[in-house]
């Protein structure tokens, strides 16, 4: 019994913002003092950002969930005036993205005609974790959410102000009316 509760609970916690959504509160730390280096080198500062809503998704070209790029594209298409997605490619689960940053570049492009800012491939999560992964499952830095990705394709909405407002977990596609409301 102790061992369904404590998996029950662990469960709530993992999915908690996804299940009630967010308040906007405004982060201990500014997401717009980010940067980091795109798939292809150079330096991308957040403060770029300042207006738009963004979508963080942490990516891998060999999951179930890869497919999912296909969405993402679609709603850079569809909301590109308002919305910019980065995509950071990440080898932490499964080890389903082994290739360099110019494979999973050629992939994405190949395969899924991407066009959305692709990011430097990092951790994104545990002790080695990239900054920005730190900053969105920091509640010091955030302001609310602990949550890291459990599995690739987690995704992080930050709106117009730099503010975190929803945690979605990979089994939400990004066309979902949860992530696209959130957008409009």
């Known amino acids: 019994m102790k061992r369904l509760l404590i998996a029950i609970t662990a469960l709530l916690c993992s999915v908690g913002s996804y299940i009630y959504g967010q308040t906007p509160v405004t982060p201990p ?17 957040f403060d770029q950002l300042k207006g738009k809503k963004v979508l963080i998704v942490n990516t891998a070209s060999k999951c179930g969930y890869t497919p999912q790029f296909e969405q993402l594209e679609e709603l850079h298409k569809t909301y590109g005036d308002k919305l910019v997605i980065l995509g950071f490619p990440s080898n932490d689960f499964g080890a ?14 190949e395969n899924y005609g991407v066009t959305f800012k692709m990011m430097d491939k990092s951790s994104v999560k545990g002790a080695d974790k990239n900054k920005v992964y730190q900053w969105l499952s920091s509640p ?29 977990p990979s089994k939400v596609k990004p066309t979902d009316k949860e992530i696209t409301d959130k957008i409009k």
């Open 96 to 109: 389903q993205d082994p290739g360099s940053n110019e494979d999973i570049k050629s992939f994405c492009e």
């Open 29 to 45: 730390a500014d997401f717009y003092s980010l940067s980091f280096k795109t798939i292809t080198g150079e330096e991308f500062k």
């Open 140 to 168: 010091a830095k955030n302001g609310w959410n602990k949550t890291e990705p459990s599995w690739n394709f987690g995704k992080y909405i930050i709106d117009e102000k730099g503010r975190l407002v929803a945690f979605f």
